[in-house]
């Protein structure tokens, strides 16, 4: 018969205790195991024990959002990080939590130099012990999914994208005598990482431009689950439109430098928040019109979006948060027409999704722009299917289709 301790369990709905759910009986196992299942006599109050693991805690992000929400559907597990040294945003979001750093996290200014570390990240996650679990669920962008997860436990990896300075981007990444110094180490790495694919049971990926990223890279398909996006923080406003919208990380793969060059060029008033190691660069490229206000809250970026007649985004995400915090707000994006964009923003409906990529090709679309043309309410009810309930919903059905394939095999 099957023993009580291997019976899988997931989460009830909308509810933080856990049940039952009849795997077995929808998974090809013959009828003997099916009556033996159905007959195991569940414990008074039935845990399963859950270990979540994500690559470090620094900085917000939007893998920070989608960990603390899978703390929020696993409050008693501990996380598995690889360095906790979190500024002031990621310290309030996890306070209280089981948090535990790999050997890594001993190093000396781990806040600033953990990227260096990066080669020894696998080695650190894998000697990790998550003593006895059932289920382990790791955020992974980089090597988080290599962490050695105990025989007969279930690993889900919510995978954000395969590291993309391994992968599709490596030339990109790794161009001139820099590059070639990294050479050796990063096709090591590429090794290092297909083997912690193979050890992954399920994947979950934040959007099927990614999805289809993990199956040119691993071989492996994945469920699509969008991240959370708190859209109750973003409230349709009534406010003089006076700008367009631009921000975020200040890193060149943003491709903020197209929004403020297409800006120069249409004469078109800027607002640029944020902050980043691209900033001085984007500051010398900005025109009469781009306006610079560094770092925001959340209120001032509520304002900035509702005082804007559109967000410019024309850097390729795997997902992008911020144009769905923007439609929540009731507010049109003018998105470059690839990546996760694609997937958040309802052409001609929520915003426009425009083919060139160059600085004229957005410069035409802000010379174009009509903003009246977009419905506020309908903004906001498109940003609504990625509400923080739906990555739940999705979750659980992740996890009851990934417990029912794990019990077959």
Known sequence: GTKESSIPLVPRPNSRTWTIRPLLATSGFCSGMCRSYSEARVRSDPQLRVSLVHEWLINWGGSESVLLALCRMFPQAPIFTAYNAPDERTQAAFSGKDIRSSALGVLPLAGR????????????????????????VSSSHAFAKAVSVPQGALHLCYCHTPPRYLWDLYEEYNRGIAGR?????????RKVDSAAARGVHAFVANSHFVAERIRMTYGREARVVYPP????????RVRERTHFLAGGRMVRYKRLDVAIGAANKAGAP??????GPDRARLEALAGPTVRFVGRVSGEELQELIGASWALLFPGIEDFGILPVEVQAAGRPVIAFRQGGACETVLHNETGVL???PSEEGLAREIRSFEPSAFDPPRCRANAMR????MFESGIRDSLEAAFAAHVKR
Do not use: I, K, N
Not at 229 to 236: C, G, K, R, S
């Open 386 to 389: 990625f509400a923080p309930a």
């Open 270 to 275: 800027l607002v640029v928040f944020g902050d």
């Open 181 to 189: 110094l990294r050479g050796p180490v990063l096709r090591r790495l």
């Open 113 to 136: 130099t953990y990227r260096l570390s990066l080669p020894l990240m696998p080695w650190a996650f894998r000697r990790m012990d998550l003593g006895p679990v059932d289920l382990v």
């Open 354 to 356: 425009y083919e060139d």
């Open 229 to 236: 996006v708190d859209v109750d923080l973003f409230q349709p």
